[in-house]
Protein backbone atom coordinates (compact mmCIF):
# COMPACT_ATOMS: atom_id res chain seq x y z
CA UNK A 1 0.00 0.00 0.00
CA UNK A 2 1.44 3.45 -1.10
CA UNK A 3 1.23 5.96 1.58
CA UNK A 4 2.58 9.85 1.02
CA UNK A 5 2.62 12.15 3.63
CA UNK A 6 3.31 16.37 3.23
CA UNK A 7 4.53 18.62 5.89
CA UNK A 8 5.70 21.78 5.49
CA UNK A 9 2.82 23.89 5.12
CA UNK A 10 2.28 27.02 7.29
CA UNK A 11 1.47 30.30 7.72
CA UNK A 12 3.45 32.94 5.97
CA UNK A 13 3.33 36.41 4.88
CA UNK A 14 3.31 37.56 0.95
CA UNK A 15 7.16 37.47 -0.86
CA UNK A 16 8.01 34.73 1.70
CA UNK A 17 9.28 30.99 1.38
CA UNK A 18 8.12 27.70 2.08
CA UNK A 19 9.40 24.29 1.56
CA UNK A 20 7.04 21.33 1.34
CA UNK A 21 7.79 17.83 1.58
CA UNK A 22 5.78 14.17 0.56
CA UNK A 23 7.33 11.42 2.04
CA UNK A 24 6.57 7.74 -0.01
CA UNK A 25 6.31 4.58 2.00
CA UNK A 26 7.61 3.19 -1.56
CA UNK A 27 11.11 3.40 -3.28
CA UNK A 28 10.49 6.36 -5.50
CA UNK A 29 13.12 5.62 -7.99
CA UNK A 30 10.78 3.84 -11.06
CA UNK A 31 8.36 5.75 -10.43
CA UNK A 32 6.79 6.91 -13.59
CA UNK A 33 5.86 10.59 -12.41
CA UNK A 34 5.45 12.62 -9.27
CA UNK A 35 3.62 16.00 -8.66
CA UNK A 36 1.94 18.18 -6.83
CA UNK A 37 -1.39 20.19 -6.91
CA UNK A 38 -3.03 22.51 -5.19
CA UNK A 39 -6.39 23.10 -4.25
CA UNK A 40 -7.71 26.65 -3.53
CA UNK A 41 -10.88 27.59 -0.87
CA UNK A 42 -14.18 26.59 -2.97
CA UNK A 43 -12.22 25.92 -6.11
CA UNK A 44 -10.96 22.66 -7.78
CA UNK A 45 -7.70 21.06 -7.20
CA UNK A 46 -5.16 21.69 -10.21
CA UNK A 47 -2.22 20.77 -11.30
CA UNK A 48 1.20 22.93 -10.38
CA UNK A 49 4.41 20.67 -10.83
CA UNK A 50 5.50 17.74 -12.20
CA UNK A 51 8.66 15.76 -11.66
CA UNK A 52 8.37 12.62 -14.14
CA UNK A 53 11.03 10.04 -14.22
CA UNK A 54 12.72 11.12 -17.36
CA UNK A 55 13.02 14.54 -18.85
CA UNK A 56 12.66 17.85 -17.36
CA UNK A 57 9.62 19.06 -14.62
CA UNK A 58 7.21 21.03 -15.88
CA UNK A 59 5.30 23.90 -14.11
CA UNK A 60 2.17 25.33 -14.45
CA UNK A 61 2.37 29.18 -15.65
CA UNK A 62 1.04 30.43 -12.69
CA UNK A 63 4.33 29.21 -10.58
CA UNK A 64 6.63 29.37 -13.24
CA UNK A 65 9.89 30.79 -12.11
CA UNK A 66 8.57 31.05 -8.06
CA UNK A 67 8.51 27.38 -7.15
CA UNK A 68 10.81 24.30 -7.72
CA UNK A 69 9.78 20.62 -7.68
CA UNK A 70 12.61 18.18 -6.75
CA UNK A 71 13.14 14.85 -5.42
CA UNK A 72 15.65 12.84 -3.28
CA UNK A 73 15.13 9.19 -4.08
CA UNK A 74 17.62 7.96 -1.63
CA UNK A 75 14.80 9.66 1.12
CA UNK A 76 12.10 8.67 -1.47
CA UNK A 77 10.92 12.51 -1.05
CA UNK A 78 9.37 15.02 -3.07
CA UNK A 79 9.97 18.70 -2.41
CA UNK A 80 8.66 22.17 -3.52
CA UNK A 81 10.32 24.88 -2.72
CA UNK A 82 7.94 28.04 -3.03
CA UNK A 83 9.38 31.56 -3.36
CA UNK A 84 7.81 34.68 -3.53
CA UNK A 85 4.40 33.54 -2.16
CA UNK A 86 1.13 35.47 -3.14
CA UNK A 87 -2.01 35.55 -1.22
CA UNK A 88 -3.30 33.49 -4.43
CA UNK A 89 -0.91 30.39 -3.34
CA UNK A 90 -3.16 29.53 -0.73
CA UNK A 91 -4.18 26.29 -0.76
CA UNK A 92 -4.10 22.68 0.69
CA UNK A 93 -1.39 21.07 -1.78
CA UNK A 94 -1.30 17.14 -2.46
CA UNK A 95 1.30 15.40 -3.65
CA UNK A 96 0.69 12.18 -6.45
CA UNK A 97 2.25 9.50 -7.69
CA UNK A 98 1.70 8.06 -10.63
CA UNK A 99 3.30 4.22 -10.80
CA UNK A 100 2.33 3.76 -14.74
CA UNK A 101 -1.12 2.08 -13.86
CA UNK A 102 -2.93 4.51 -10.66
CA UNK A 103 -2.35 7.30 -8.84
CA UNK A 104 -2.26 7.70 -5.31
CA UNK A 105 -2.33 11.04 -3.08
CA UNK A 106 -1.38 12.17 -0.56
CA UNK A 107 -3.68 14.01 2.78
CA UNK A 108 -2.75 17.55 1.93
CA UNK A 109 -0.93 20.29 3.56
CA UNK A 110 -2.25 23.58 4.31
CA UNK A 111 -0.57 26.66 2.76
CA UNK A 112 -2.10 30.15 4.07
CA UNK A 113 -0.61 33.70 2.20
CA UNK A 114 -1.52 36.62 3.87
CA UNK A 115 -1.18 39.94 2.32
Known amino acids: QVQLVESGGGLVQAGGSLRLSCAAS????????LSWHRQPPGKQRDWVAS???????NYADSVKGRFTISRDNAKNTLYLQMNSLKPEDTAVYYC?????????WGQGTQVTVSS
Open 26 to 33: VNIFNIQT
Open 51 to 57: FPKSGAA
Open 96 to 104: RLWDGDRGY
